[in-house]
């Protein structure tokens, strides 16, 4: 279930196994090949669950969706307008002020993962 649903999250959002492991990697600094989202898709391999997190936030889906728990792909109502709203104003910023809000967050990402 959980291959499926990431396979077709993935292919709704327009995205290649390798653009989706380079937008992961960015994001959250790991090393995510497109070889092992493709063993995830064809459930030769399961993900560590916060994999699966990182996954849903980069696919803008729940947790719940891609573990076949939930129907609809879509994150609650809030954190989807506040997220579109927050992309909204990164939109249009210039790229140098994207990239150090970027920097910051995954700055910011990191010492949270270390409590």
Same mark, same amino acid.
């Given at each position: ?7 077709? *999250? ?6 290649? $196994?390798? !653009?989706? *492991?380079?937008?992961?990697? +960015?994001?959250? @600094? @790991?090393?995510?090949? !497109? @070889? ?7 459930? #030769? ?8 997190? /990182? $996954? ?7 947790? =719940?969706?891609? $573990? @076949?728990?939930? =129907?609809?792909?879509?994150? =609650?109502?809030? #954190?989807? +307008? ?20 970027? /920097? $910051? ?6 010492? +949270?993962? !270390?409590?």
């Amino acid at each position: 279930m959980f291959g499926q649903n990431l396979r077709k *999250a993935r292919t709704e959002k327009g995205l290649t $196994l390798e !653009k989706l *492991a380079e937008i992961y990697n +960015q994001r959250f @600094g @790991g090393g995510l090949s !497109k @070889g092992t989202l493709s063993k995830y898709e064809n459930e #030769k391999q399961e993900p560590m669950i916060s994999v699966v997190a /990182n $996954l849903a936030t980069v696919l803008n889906v729940s947790v =719940d969706y891609l $573990l @076949g728990k939930k =129907d609809e792909p879509e994150v =609650d109502a809030e #954190k989807k +307008q506040n997220r579109e709203r927050i992309m909204s104003m990164l939109e249009q910023l210039s790229e140098e002020r994207r990239k150090t809000i970027e /920097n $910051l967050i995954v700055l910011e990402w990191k010492q +949270q993962q !270390k409590k």
